[in-house]
């Protein structure tokens, strides 16, 4: 944008807010944040699969495994009680 003065022309730069700079920073941080809490509940929940599928020796021993015939919820299902136990 140009002011002209009598026979001076100034022009006016528009500089960018810190401010704006500053929220798009935060903006752009919070993006990675949400990104990598979302990658960890991912591996919350796949972790257990293939612990159980594979046995990798964690919670489950290979003999135990999914795909060596074992039940990955025999533990937490033989204790069960009511009308629908032995389903």
Known sequence: MDI?????TTAITQQPSTTAAAEQTTA?????????TRLCMGWVFLWPFLDKTFGLGH???SAHAWIHGGSPSLGFLSG???PFAGF
């Open 80 to 82: 069960s009680i009511g």
């Open 59 to 61: 919670e489950t021993t």
């Open 28 to 36: 752009k941080a919070t993006r990675y944040l949400w990104a990598i």
């Open 4 to 8: 002209t003065h009598g026979s001076q």
